[in-house]
Structures are given as C-alpha cells and as structure tokens.
C-alpha cells in the first residue's frame, strides 16, 4: 500500500506543477494584453455635437421612412433574367417590386452597392450608419454589450432640430439612442432562432404610423432582423430565405403606395452574409450590401430607358456616405464626426459620371452640401488633430491646403455648370485625401506595444521550456515563487520609469512585469542551467549519457543513478531496444522539424487558409514514426494495427465536419439521410460505449470504496442523457422543436445540470483509483453535454478524436516501456503529437480561424433568450472544445499504461498481472511518474506558448499585408484565445489529477 506521507508528497508536487501553469497563464494574458493594445487600435471619441453648418443647405424632404433589412447582401436586390423556377436560388429574384420600381419608376429610384467597413457586425455598423466615423476592429468586442453611442449622430441631430421620430424594430436601437425616440416598438434581437417575431412587429406597426396625417411622425426607422436570422440559423441558400425575402418585398410594396410626395423611402442592409449566414470579416459577401432609394417625386433626371440599369452600372457608395446625405436631404446639421461625403445622385439627381448633363439647381444643391460637408469634416479633423496630436504634420498640411483651394473655387465658382464641376471636384479631391489619412492613421500600430507583446510571449515561451527541462525540487522552491514575484514588479517598475505609470501605459506595464518576472525565474535564480543539460540531452541523448556514465565510472560506480531507477522499473521486462531506440533523439528531431515546419508554413496566408491539411499531414509523419520505433516488440502486431486505425481516422477525419447546429436541417434525400446516420446517430451510440470501456478497467482496478454499483448507474445515466440528445436532435431535423417545449428546454438543461452534477460529486467524494480512469469517467460523463454543444454532426469527429487519442497513447505507452530512447526526446515528441491532435481536430469539429464561421446558434441550445454570461460559456466550449479535450487530457501522457491485452496468447495474463505490479510500484515510487508529468505537461504548454509567439512574430510583420485582416488578425485572435482555453484545461488537469 502507498503510505499517507508519499501521497502527502505526491499532492504537493502536482500542485507545484498546477502553480507553474497558473504563472505562465498570467504571462501569456500580459503579453495577449500588451500586443492586443498594440494591434488593434481603438479611436479617440470626438464627443462635440454640430450646432449648424455654416452653409445653408434646405432639405428637399420633409420625411423619411427608413428600412434596415439586416443583412441585405447586394445580390439579395438584383434580378437574373437568365433564370426561372426551379433554377433559381432561393435568394435570387425574390424582391421583384426593387426590380420594376427601376424599370418603371427609373426617374423616382436608386439601386446602390452598399460598402460596409469591417468589423461587418450588426452594432459596430449601426454605429457607421448613424455618426459616419470608421468603427475600430477592437471595437467587435462591445457587438454583445450595446451600449449608448457618445458621439454625434443623424439620428440624434434630427431629434434636436424638432423632428418626431419613430423607432420599430432590433432593440439594439433603443440602448443606442437611449431618449431619442417618440415612440419605439423595440423587440428582442439575439435569438437567431426566432425567425418572425421581430419582423412581425415591425410591419404591425410599420404602415399604421405612415398613414398616420396628423403630422405625428417625421421620420420613421424600421429595423427587420429576420433575413439575418434565416442566414444564422439555416444559411443563405435555405427555403425559408425564399419566404423571408418575399415577405420583405410586401412590405416594400405597401410602403411604396402608402407614402406621399414630401417622403424618401431608404432601404438597406448593414452588411451582407457569406453562404452559410455568418458575417463579421471583409469579404465582398459581407461588405457588400444593397441600397434602394425610391420618391414618388423625381430625384434622377437620366432619361427613362424603360430596363433597369445593368450590374456594372450600378454604382458603390461607402456606409457612411449615407449619413451627410439624410442630413442634406432633411435639412439637418451633418454629425460632427462624419467622414463620409454625400452621395452625388441623391443630390445632383444624376449619375456622378454624368454631372454635366445634370439640371443647374440640382448641380448647385449638390455643390452647397458637399461644401457643407468638407467644412464639418475639416472642423472635425481639426479639433481631433488638437485633442490626440496623433495626425502627420504634412499630411495635415496638405489637407489643410486642399481644404484652402476647395473653398477658393466655391467662394469664387459662378453659375455655369463648368465651375460648379470644377469646385465639386476640388471638394471631392479634399474628401479622399482627407479619408485616406484618416484611414492610414487608424491603421497605425503601436510598435512599442506590439513588441512588448512579443517579448513577454518570449519570456512565456522560454520559461516553459526552462520549467520543462527542470526538477521538481527545483520547481518546489519557496525562493523560487520569491525571485519570481520580485521579477514581476522589477519589469513593472522600471517599465514604468520609462513609460510612466498611467493608465494607457498599462498594457505595456504588464507586459514589461510578465518578461521581468519570466528573466528573475529562468536567469536569477540559476535555472539556465538545466536548460542547457536537458538540451543537451534533448538533441545528443548518447553523448549526453555517456558523459554521465564516465563521470559515474571515474567516481567509482558503475552505472548512474538514473540508469539504475530505469532498470528498477522495467522489473521483470527486459529492456528492448527498437529499431530507434539507440537513436531516441531522432523523436525529438522529427518532432522539432514537425514544429518548425507549421511555424514556417504560417506565415503565408494560403497555408494558414490550409492549416487543417498540413496538421493532418504532420500528424502522419508523427505516426509513421511512433509505429516505425514499436516494431520487433512482443506487441507488434498490436501496434501495427495502431498505427493502420490511427492513419484511418486521420483520413476520415477529413471528410467529417461537424457544421452548425442547424447545418442538417436542410438536408433532404437518402444520401443525406445515409450522412446524418454516419455522422450523428450512429457515433452517437458508439462513443458512449467505447468511451465506458474505461469501466472495464474500473471494475478490474476499483478499490473497495467503489463497488461495481456505480459502474451500473453511471451507465444508466450515460445511455439516458444519450437518449435525450438524439430525442432533441431528431425533433430539430423534423422541425418540431418549437412545438414541444419539454424537448427544446427541459432535454438539453437536463443534459447540462446532470453533467454538471455529475462531474461536482465527482469531484467532493472521490476515490483512489487510478488517474487515467479518473480522467476516462470524466470524458464519458461529460460527451452528451459536449455533443450538445458542438452540434448533431459531433459525434463522428469525437469519436475519431477518441480512437486517434487511444492509439497516441498505445503505441507511445508501448515505445516507452519497450525503448531505452531518451525521455526528454521522447516526451518532447508525444507533447508536439497531443498539440497537433487539438490543433487538427480543431478543423474537425467544424471550425475555421474565421469570425464569420463562429456557431452563434451554439448559445440557444437549451435556452429560448440570450444570456451574456452563459452565451460565452458555450460559445467558448463551442469554439475550443478539441484544446479544451487535449489539454485537459495531458496527464495521460504520463500516466497512461495501455491496455493488458496488447499482449495476446498465453501471455496476456501474466503480462496482467505484472502490469498491476508494476502500477502499484509506480505509486511507491510516486515522485518518478511526476517527474514525467511535470516535464510534459511543461513541454506542451511550451509548444502552445512558442506557437503564438509564432503568431505574433508573422502578424507583426504582415500588419501591412492585404490579408492582414482578413486572414492575420482573426487567426491572432484564434490562437490567443486557444493558448488561454489550453493553458485553464491544463490547469484544470493538474487539479484532478491532485485530488486522485
């Protein structure tokens, strides 16, 4: 029996470990921070409010009715005459009243390309639409959390000029403009599942207000959410896009005929939808959206040429230039930060390449308010330039001298139209260069910050390694923990002689803290040391342990103490040495050249684009090689096969996604019927019993404090939840969830709480069995929840995701046991394996490093409204379940023993039996197996730690690229987010395994 000092001892040094792991978690948020602060910037908010402009421009409306249909991508709006049922789209063709509207009313209509700024969220382009500034990327962050917009808007300079507005629609509305409004029909916006409700309100309340005479509306802003809802839920090329689209269209229609001469109707999207429903990147599907513009009275003076304009004719217009053209059409005062120009058709009643055809007054209109509009926008660049002194001195020279010349020829200008066109062209010129610097500074990084970033994911990355390479005695050093928190504040001090200490100043302090703190544990205190021995030992294993024999040799011992506990522990098994056995430093090579190879390949954004394929390629090079190094053992043929299943898994591996939530519904035939099966239902009922095979195990090793019982109620409980899950799934697949209550709420939250349940009693009244079968109980009880999550194709990735993880651990339980090969090598190899496995089924399990391939759905299973809290829960377990699995799972690098029956024949039960012995020897001698722990688990927190400082070194340098957000900044975010979800599961880990 192991004595309670041992597992006294034994705990310690775990929680040794677990204190290592929170101190590199504390670094890499320091460094996260610093180079957050530094990479994506955030705009000085003006907050000043425009009086008047001191050019008079009348409005030539009185009214507006003013539609946002979310998401409304611009070929939403076209019509493919090419194209007639049942060939058509279900998007295509279906708002047919925008199409005749330009063929008959040519001379009362507008179509526009619609061009968003990204961030393409809903939030951060409201505030675009409303005050004409460039939301920041950082910015995307506050998409959950709406709050009041502090800067000037048209919205909020309409209200002030004593217009009446009425609201209806997203209730992200009303926490903008908080007080605005005087009367709003606001509903909820973020169940994506609620496909009517929102819009339902609308058009009850929609043509009631504009035939209201009594002059108790000016302008009415209509917010539908439902198109944007169809493309979360089930995606642009569903049916009921079909529906939603065709609904919209009545309600153009009715709005169409009930509005009078005075009114300009706008309608819009805020962005667009890629082909599954996502949004939120840069690409043309999410930028682009549709701007429809129709008055019974004329506003384009272009003869009628009885067809609509054709694509190319169609002209772009930024987001933003919306805003100074409703405030000219309507007479108000243009938002002091607008930094759009108004739209010349709107107000020149002719196509921008045709302004010299266009009608004098209309010319001389437009002429006012583009002046109108560079004065607000040269007050604003002023008073922005004297708050943050962040513009180039001769970039604002030289606006400020374009700015000069365009008031001179508008001061001077006559009536002909030759020099109205020569003083709008002076104007237009002022507005690019002007958008063009203020573009170029918002994209100006801070280096210093940036590079503080670096330095501190450095720092993290060395002292991961340093602590890998180190003992636990020297680990569990109380002068250690000292020296450490001594370096901390060191770097804060004297970064903050340098930099001051404020409150801006502070990412870049914590960043400075983490690198002192990170220089006093690996330099300071004497750590350096065993880095240099255990690379040595790492890269020349033979050399490193002959040296160490001749020392013993010339001290007069015959074999190093090492040597000896390694022949203590083989017992009865004689050691093998496989085919690289003697060359055990050819793991750590093949593995080094594995890391180096996919830190290489991203900085190239077409691989990161493929990073799904070169991990599944290295994660067979890493097969290859651990099934190589287990031939000529007793159980050969045991880990051929191993190595066969795990190249299996690895290739269907690429062929099973597990998509969004809702991905199957719109799944119709035998086929994909015959998917459904494969991917969902049969997993399903596979994994539980594959993952409860661990209770094999348990009731061969349980000790008496857990009788055979459990094992039955736990099965119970497994198969019912199980039962449950597929209950929920196959509802959804009917589409009768919303029918049946008890299924859509009661089933998933009673998967959940059980779990939850579970897992806490788990935890309060455990017993001694052995680790890996903690760790397999653990990963059982939790799968229906997990399933849940993740969405009905799940279960086919989890599955392989356990096969492949089983055979990893067979064959490196059987190379280890067998091979004399160095375990600094060995263990640096299995740690770069486990990393790739989280890293390839990342992909698996349906996720790219993209915003707009984020499973927003993931947060409503279970729950009928949005809660913030336990929406990011589930969207982080969503997001990063494969590294929460493998991090979680580290501690079975080493304490996994493999199965008895690896060996067959007549073997297999005396190799049972002394594999019991030999596991209750490895309790004895509890220090050796933590040895082992400490140092991988160390090295795969190092192997996460130096691949995001591989993020940051390319996305430092590709800052500039064309791809840089697009492809760089998302996989930034990405792989931060993974090292802080890799580095709390390994944690967690540590934690278990210290309370068993």
Not at 256 to 277: A, C, R, S, Y
Not at 779 to 808: E, K, Q
Not at 879 to 898: K, Y
Request: glycine share 6%; aromatic share 12%; hydrophobic share 50%.
């Amino acid at each position: 029996m192991v004595n309670q000092k041992t597992i006294s001892s034994a705990s310690g040094l775990v929680l040794t470990i677990a204190a290592v792991v929170l101190w590199l978690l504390a670094l890499h948020a320091a460094s996260i921070y610093s180079f957050t602060t530094g990479f994506f910037l955030t705009r000085y908010e003006v907050k000043n409010f425009s009086d008047s402009d001191p050019v008079s421009v009348p409005g030539t409306f009185s009214k507006a009715v003013i539609l946002v249909i979310d998401a409304l991508r611009f070929d939403f709006a076209l019509h493919n005459f090419s194209l007639q049922e049942p060939y058509l789209m279900p998007y295509t063709n279906r708002l047919p009243s925008i199409f005749e509207t330009l063929r008959d009313e040519q001379e009362h209509s507008f179509l526009f390309r619609f061009v968003a700024d990204p961030p393409t969220t809903t939030m951060q382009r409201l505030k675009g639409l409303t005050t004409g500034g460039m939301p920041t990327f950082i910015d995307a962050i506050d998409n959950f959390n709406s709050d009041a917009i502090r800067e000037d808007t048209w919205v909020r300079q309409i209200s002030r000029a004593g217009k009446k507005v009425v609201f209806m629609g997203d209730d992200t509305w009303v926490s903008l403009f908080p007080d605005t409004f005087t009367r709003s029909y606001p509903f909820p916006s973020f169940d994506v599942k609620d496909l009517h409700t929102v819009d339902n309100g609308v058009i009850a309340n929609l043509i009631p207000e504009i035939r209201n005479r009594n002059g108790d509306w000016d302008v009415i802003i209509g917010h539908f959410l439902g198109v944007d809802h169809v493309g979360h839920r089930l995606g642009s090329e569903h049916p009921e896009m079909a529906y939603k689209l065709m609904q919209m269209d009545r309600v153009l229609r009715d709005v169409k005929e009930n509005i009078d001469e005075d009114t300009i109707l706008m309608v819009f999207g805020d962005h667009g939808m890629t082909p599954d429903g996502n949004h939120g990147g840069s690409t043309d599907l999410e930028v682009d959206s549709a701007l429809f513009v129709y008055s019974k009275k004329q506003i384009n003076s272009a003869k009628s040429t009885g067809k609509p304009p054709r694509i190319e004719e169609i002209q772009s217009v930024y987001q933003i230039d919306l805003v100074p053209t409703i405030c000219s059409l309507l007479g108000a005062p243009i938002p002091f930060g607008n930094l759009g120009f108004v739209i010349p058709e709107l107000l020149a009643q002719r196509n921008r390449n045709d302004l010299d055809q266009a009608d004098l007054i209309a010319l001389q209109r437009f002429a006012n308010a583009a002046a109108a509009n560079a004065e607000q926008v040269m007050r604003y660049l002023q008073t922005y330039s004297a708050t943050t002194r962040q513009f180039p001195k001769e970039d604002l020279k030289k606006v400020e001298a374009l700015y000069s010349n365009a008031q001179e020829a508008v001061k001077t200008r006559s009536q002909s139209k030759r020099d109205l066109i020569q003083a709008i062209d002076a104007l237009v010129e002022f507005h690019t260069v002007s958008i063009a610097m203020c573009r170029k500074l918002w994209t100006t990084f801070d280096t210093v910050a940036m590079w503080i970033g670096i330095l501190g994911g450095l720092a993290a990355a060395g002292s991961a390694l340093v602590a890998a390479l180190s003992t636990l005695d020297q680990l569990n050093s109380g002068s250690l923990a000292f020296l450490t928190l001594l370096g901390g504040i060191f770097g804060a001090v004297v970064g903050g002689l340098f930099l001051g200490f404020s409150s801006t100043a502070l990412p870049s302090l914590l960043g400075l803290s983490a690198i002192g703190s990170a220089f006093f544990f690996s330099i300071v205190s004497g750590l350096l040391k065993p880095v240099i021995m255990g690379a040595l030992e790492l890269l020349f294993p033979s050399y490193f342990v002959a040296s160490v024999q001749d020392s013993a040799i010339a001290n007069g011992r015959k074999s190093p103490p090492r040597a000896r506990a390694s022949s203590a522990e083989t017992g009865d098994f004689a050691p093998y040495m496989s085919p690289l056995g003697e060359y055990g430093w050819l793991y750590g090579l093949v593995a080094l050249a594995c890391l180096f190879m996919r830190c290489a390949g991203l900085w190239s954004n077409s691989y990161i684009e493929a990073e799904d394929k070169v991990s599944a390629f290295l994660l067979a090079t890493l097969s290859a090689t651990f099934g190589v190094s287990s031939f000529g053992s007793q159980a050969t043929r045991q880990m051929i096969q191993r190595t066969l299943i795990l190249y299996a898994v690895l290739k269907l591996a690429s062929f099973v996604t597990a998509g969004k939530h809702e991905s199957f519904l719109s799944a119709s035939g035998i086929s994909a019927a015959a998917s459904i099966l494969l991917q969902t239902f049969a997993p399903m009922m596979a994994l539980p019993s594959a993952a409860l095979s661990l209770s094999e195990i348990y009731e061969s090793y349980a000790s008496k404090s857990a009788p055979k019982r459990s094992s039955y109620w736990i099965r119970m409980w497994l198969h019912t939840c199980v039962a449950a899950v597929m209950t929920f799934w196959t509802a959804q697949w009917f589409g009768l969830l919303e029918s049946f209550w008890m299924i859509r709420i009661f089933l998933p939250q009673f998967v959940f709480i059980g779990t939850v349940v579970a897992l806490i009693l788990r935890f309060v009244y455990q017993s001694s069995q052995r680790t890996d079968f903690v760790f397999g109980w653990i990963a059982a009880v939790s799968f229906p929840s997990l399933a849940l999550i993740l969405g009905p194709p799940s279960p086919a990735a989890l599955l392989l995701l356990f096969v492949a993880a089983h055979c990893i651990l067979d064959l490196s339980s059987e190379i280890e046991r067998k091979s004399a090969s160095s375990k600094s090598a060995f263990g640096f190899a299995l740690a770069v394996f486990w990393h790739l496995l989280s890293t390839r089924w990342f992909y698996a399990t349906g996720h790219q490093q993209q915003f707009n391939a984020l499973q927003f759905s993931a947060p409503f299973v279970g729950f009928d409204k949005f809660n913030l809290v336990l929406g990011a829960v589930v969207m982080i377990v969503n997001t990063f379940a494969s590294q929460m699995l493998c991090g979680f799972f580290v501690p079975f690098l080493a304490f996994w023993e493999g199965r008895p029956t690896l060996i067959s024949g007549k073997k297999a039960g005396a190799a049972k039996i002394q594999q019991q012995i030999r596991h209750e020897e490895v309790l004895r001698r509890v220090p050796r197996p933590l040895e082992t722990l400490a140092r991988r688990t160390l090295f795969y927190v190092f192997i996460a730690s130096f691949l995001f400082v591989n993020t940051l070194g390319l996305t430092y340098m590709m800052r500039r690229h064309l791809m840089v957000w697009r492809v760089f900044a998302p996989k930034f975010v990405f792989e931060a987010g993974a090292l802080l979800v890799t580095d709390l599961a390994v944690l967690l880990g540590m934690v278990v395994t210290w309370r068993h």
